[in-house]
């Protein structure tokens, strides 16, 4: 460290409480001077974050996971210092949310952006909003392979993300960080824009009519029905000759009564495939999916 970081650290250290130094100290040893150096340099005089960074980090996560993230930029350990304790502690989960700390980062900065510049229209969105909307779907899809999961959603450790980390190298999958949906929150529209965001991740995969898969784990147990009463229905109108209005409408009616809460974000996943050609469906009864091609 230079001395303008050992000043750093010094007025910061003096700042900290007892917890808060002691995974400052972990952090120092997991990475090294110069890089500890660099994140106190960055978090000296932010209080809230170092705390968060080096109480969280500093005594939660293991050692690989915290030098991938480091590798990203101090940034990227701010990020990382946002998630849920519990998936921190699991060293598997953790190494996850570390590889994509680079691209969350992205996500949160572009979100800030985009906050800049006033309300945001779905429908009619402005070069800039649309290119910040674009970046923030592709950097909040993760994975890899050549299949993409959708599903009921539950945490990093349930729904249809647990049934992509169980088969790896698989799946490419929608998933925002969990700072994402706060950060939205001064849009009155922020359940529009997050429905633009994912639907938008969705339409990289369909452009280039990637498979899809419907993952059934931990989903209500009427969706596969839904699922099978809503397909047949379109198929059937499509076949009749009725136009795309008449079937849109037809489909709402049957989603509307299963759901009479909100149609959720997962059925809109499949209108928006039924609507792009994707209309081949067959259900895996072995994996518990419905595995959508077009």
């Given at each position: 460290?230079?001395?303008?970081?050992?000043?750093?650290?010094?007025?910061?250290?003096?700042k900290?409480?007892?917890?808060?130094?002691?995974?400052?100290?972990?952090?120092?040893?997991?990475?090294?001077?110069?890089?500890?150096?660099?994140?106190?340099?960055?978090?000296?005089?932010?209080?809230?974050?170092?705390?968060?960074?080096?109480?969280?980090l500093?005594?939660?996560?293991?050692?690989d996971?915290?030098?991938?993230?480091?590798?990203?930029?101090?940034?990227?350990?701010?990020?990382?210092?946002?998630?849920?304790?519990?998936?921190?502690?699991?060293?598997?989960?953790?190494k996850?949310?570390?590889?994509?700390?680079?691209?969350?980062?992205?996500?949160?900065?572009?979100?800030?952006t985009?906050?800049?510049?006033g309300?945001?229209?779905?429908?009619?969105?402005?070069?800039r909003?649309?290119?910040?909307?674009?970046?923030?779907?592709?950097?909040?899809?993760?994975?890899?392979?050549?299949?993409?999961m959708?599903?009921?959603?539950?945490?990093f450790?349930?729904?249809y993300?647990?049934?992509?980390?169980?088969?790896?190298?698989?799946?490419?999958?929608y998933?925002?960080?969990?700072?994402?949906?706060?950060?939205?929150?001064?849009?009155?529209n922020?359940?529009?824009?997050l429905?633009?965001?994912?639907?938008?991740?969705?339409?990289?995969?369909?452009?280039?009519?990637v498979?899809?898969e419907?993952?059934?784990?931990?989903?209500?147990?009427k969706d596969?029905?839904?699922?099978?009463?809503?397909?047949?229905?379109?198929?059937l109108?499509?076949?009749?000759?009725?136009s795309?209005?008449?079937?849109?409408?037809?489909?709402?009616?049957?989603?509307?009564?299963a759901?009479?809460?909100?149609?959720?974000?997962?059925?809109?996943?499949?209108?928006?495939?039924?609507?792009?050609?994707?209309?081949?469906?067959?259900?895996?009864?072995?994996?518990?999916?419905?595995?959508?091609?077009?």
């Amino acid at each position: 460290m230079n001395i303008d970081q050992i000043e750093d650290v010094s007025r910061a250290f003096n700042k900290f409480d007892s917890l808060t130094r002691q995974g400052a100290e972990k952090i120092a040893q997991k990475v090294g001077g110069e890089d500890f150096g660099k994140l106190m340099s960055k978090y000296a005089d932010d209080k809230d974050s170092a705390e968060r960074i080096f109480n969280v980090l500093g005594n939660a996560i293991d050692d690989d996971s915290l030098k991938i993230a480091m590798n990203q930029g101090s940034e990227a350990i701010n990020t990382l210092s946002y998630h849920n304790v519990k998936f921190l502690n699991d060293k598997t989960i953790a190494k996850e949310l570390a590889q994509r700390a680079g691209k969350d980062t992205l996500v949160l900065q572009d979100i800030a952006t985009l906050k800049t510049l006033g309300p945001i229209d779905p429908k009619f969105l402005t070069p800039r909003q649309a290119e910040l909307i674009a970046n923030i779907a592709k950097n909040s899809t993760n994975g890899s392979g050549n299949r993409f999961m959708i599903g009921f959603y539950n945490d990093f450790d349930g729904g249809y993300i647990k049934v992509v980390r169980d088969h790896p190298n698989t799946y490419k999958f929608y998933s925002s960080h969990p700072n994402v949906y706060d950060d939205l929150g001064s849009f009155s529209n922020r359940s529009e824009i997050l429905e633009l965001i994912n639907k938008q991740a969705l339409e990289a995969s369909i452009v280039n009519k990637v498979p899809f898969e419907y993952s059934l784990f931990e989903a209500a147990t009427k969706d596969k029905k839904v699922i099978d009463e809503f397909w047949d229905k379109g198929i059937l109108l499509r076949e009749s000759g009725a136009s795309d209005d008449v079937i849109e409408n037809a489909l709402d009616v049957i989603l509307n009564t299963a759901y009479p809460e909100g149609i959720p974000s997962r059925m809109k996943e499949l209108k928006l495939l039924f609507f792009n050609g994707y209309g081949n469906k067959t259900f895996d009864a072995a994996s518990n999916l419905f595995r959508i091609t077009p």
